[in-house]
Every structure is written in C-alpha cells, then in structure tokens.
C-alpha cells in the first residue's frame, strides 16, 4: 500500500520542497559515484551520519542536520523524496518557504533526537530525509486531516489507486512506526522507527501553534479539513488483470 498523491496539489511552486528533493538525489548520487568502497562509506557516515554513541560524547552534534541528507540506497531515496512531494507542498504553501525549511530541519533534528534516546549508546549511524518529512506527514495531519490521498493497492496481481482520507493514511502509518519500534529499539533491524514517530509527534508540536493561530477546529471548518484548493481531476487506473468470480 502505496500514498502516491494528494487530491489538493498546492497553487503556488513549491521552491523549497524541490530544492530539498534536487539536494537528496544530488547527494545521493555523489554518494554512489564518489564513495564506492566499505572503506570510503564508513568514513561518509563517520563524519555526517548521526551516531549516537559519539552525540552521547558531545561530538559531532552538526550530524542532526547532515544525516537528513544520506541515504542508503536508490528505494529508500526514491520513498522519501514521494513522501516529501506529495506533503510537502502544501505545507510549504502554509508555512511560507522560509518558515517551511526551519521547520523541516527542526524536525528533522527532534526526530534525530527522539531515535538517540531511544538507544544512545548505539553505534549503528542513523541516516535519511524520512524524520524530517515525518513532520511534514504530522504538520500534514493536524492542518489536512480530510484531505485525500490516493493510495496504490497492489495484492500480487491486483492494483488499484483508491483514495483515502489523510487522517486513516498517516493515523496507520504512525500507528506502525509505533509498534515497530517497540520491538526494533535502537534500529537494530535497520529502520529508524522512533526517529519516524518522534518526528511526526515533532512536526505536530511544532506546526500547533501555527494552527492554533488560525482558529484550530475554527479551521478544520472553515477548509473542511482540505488544503484551500480545486481539487485536481485525475485519470483512474485500474489493474486489467480480469476478476475471476466465484462459482454459485
């Protein structure tokens, strides 16, 4: 199950969400290209990865911003950079660009914190974009909650785009960030669970009082819990595989 749009793109150009999806891939390519050895990796994630162990010794504390910029491989690029595309425009356009990219650093920095303390004696570097755009997907949730967003279903050969309100997409993806964490402390099995659900709880606290200011529920009714946009007309796409039906 795959979120791969919303239904309220944003009306102004999102410079700063691009900016950050052009930074990804361009440090990621230099990444593959320029450090292709074991040798040459440990040294990258030495220096710009966030290790606990070393934040614990006061060292490094720069890695909170650096880490958001590493990736480990072309799936874990390509799923944060659709993430940040699909929510981060329109939190842009709320935020204004400025306000936007402090915003996303911030959370990207309370999500590297809440993954330190949850193990920070943890030698295993923590890299990726995916705690700072968890508090895009937060921010998201508590200004769109009912905004929909088309979800790719696929069941071996079965695929549908069905679109499904915010709050069920982002409310399930929180709830698993929770619950495998719980039994993956310290990113043993190779995914920052607390960095993801500590900065969707940051993007959250961070964005309230934005939200509060704009009347809070007040809010929600005015937009009915959509960005203040037409929606978009998309072309449906259905799976052409054919429905074998049951027998009577």
């Known amino acids: 199950m795959f979120p791969i749009r919303d239904h309220n ?3 102004k150009v999102a410079f700063v969400t691009y900016a950050l999806i052009i930074l990804n891939i361009s440090v990621f390519i ?19 990865a966030l290790i606990p162990d070393r934040l614990s010794s006061g060292d490094n504390p720069l890695a909170l911003i650096t880490s958001q910029f590493l990736h480990g491989g072309f799936l874990h690029l390509a799923g944060n950079m659709l993430f940040l595309w699909i929510f981060g425009d329109n939190m842009e356009e709320e935020m204004g660009h400025v306000g936007f990219l402090l915003f996303y650093l911030a959370a990207g920095v309370g999500a590297g914190l809440a993954q330190y303390a949850s193990a920070p004696s943890s030698n295993v570097p923590m890299i990726g974009a995916s705690g700072a755009i968890a508090g895009v997907m937060g921010a998201y949730l508590l200004f769109f909650p009912k905004a929909q967003v088309d979800v790719l279903i ?12 915010a709050w069920i997409v982002l409310g399930v993806w929180f709830g698993l960030q929770l619950f495998s964490g719980v039994g993956d402390s310290g990113q043993a099995g190779g995914v920052a669970y607390w960095a993801h659900a500590g900065g969707f709880l940051v993007g959250i606290a961070l964005a309230l009082p934005r939200w509060l200011r704009k009347g809070a529920t007040a809010f929600w009714s005015r937009t009915d819990g959509h960005p203040p946009h037409p929606e978009a007309r998309y072309t449906r796409i259905d799976s052409r595989i054919p429905t074998v039906r049951r027998r009577k």
């Open 9 to 11: 793109p944003s009306e």
């Open 30 to 48: 230099l990444t593959v290209t320029v450090f292709q050895t074991d040798r040459d990796l440990a040294k990258l994630y030495w220096h710009y």
């Open 154 to 165: 696929i069941i071996i050969f079965f695929f549908r785009i069905i679109p499904i309100p």
